[in-house]
């Protein structure tokens, strides 16, 4: 497996140099992704999905928004099935288009699927529906859980325009973490780091939304 070669962090003061060191880390740490031994990452993902078995089992009838499995991300499918039989839900989000926030909707084993934005498969023929976790995965993430994504801004962005937000679980390799990830003002950080080292609680929410995430409390719509 390749070594993760990183440059020098930027100045916090010098955004160019910022949003420059952030597209040469994403395209390091996607190249480091791409090439990890196959019996590795079946390894360090069962290890993640094991983790969020245990976050879903304490919230058993919650809606996931969860993500379809690209670029070498660790596939939550198996254990969303197993959330989805024992009587959770799940939802995929759907991308109307460029610098717009995502619409989750809902997602079963059966569900038809097409190519959507960026032909990411997205639910074909489902409903909008309401989320009360939501699983972002990480390129790489930094210690206040603040993620590096794929540059889109889409998560944040669906983040922002929540009227209620959800618990927010970023899932990702545990070499991908950095000392810092130089945030931008508009970046929302997670609530959760799940990685195959296991799981680290950030926000208090993390702890203390146990009980809301059931689904007893007022759904998490977007905001018009």
């Known amino acids: 497996m ?31 992704r791409g090439g990890i031994d196959p019996a590795i990452h ?14 879903l089992n304490e919230r058993p009838k919650a809606t996931v928004g969860f993500y379809w499995p690209i670029q070498n991300e660790i596939d ?19 991308v109307p288009g460029k610098a717009q926030p995502m619409f989750f909707h809902d997602w079963t084993q059966k569900t038809g ?16 529906v309401p989320v009360h976790v939501m699983v972002a995965p990480l390129v790489g993430f930094d210690g206040r859980g603040y993620r590096l994504g794929y540059g889109g801004g889409f998560f944040d962005r669906t983040l922002a325009a929540m009227t209620v937000r959800p ?25 959760i780091i799940l990685t195959e080292a296991g799981m680290r609680p950030v926000t ?5 939304d146990v009980n809301r995430a059931e689904g007893s409390s007022p759904p998490c719509f977007l905001s018009s």
Do not use: N
Request: charged share 25%; proline share 10%; aromatic share 6%.
């Open 2 to 32: 390749r070594p993760i070669r990183l440059p020098d962090p930027p100045s916090h003061s010098d955004d160019a140099k910022i949003s420059e060191w952030r597209k040469i880390v994403r395209k390091e740490l996607l190249a480091w």
């Open 42 to 55: 079946k390894q360090w993902s069962l290890s993640v999905c094991e983790g969020m078995a245990v976050i």
């Open 76 to 94: 939550l499918r198996p254990v969303i099935g197993d959330h989805i039989e024992r009587g959770g839900k799940a939802a995929l989000p759907v």
């Open 113 to 128: 699927m097409a190519p959507g934005f960026a032909r990411i498969p997205e639910p074909v023929g489902t409903k909008m």
């Open 167 to 191: 618990l927010v679980i970023g899932v990702g390799f545990e070499a991908t973490c950095l000392a810092d990830i130089f945030p931008h003002e508009y970046d929302i950080p997670v609530d």
């Open 204 to 208: 208090e929410k993390a702890t203390g």
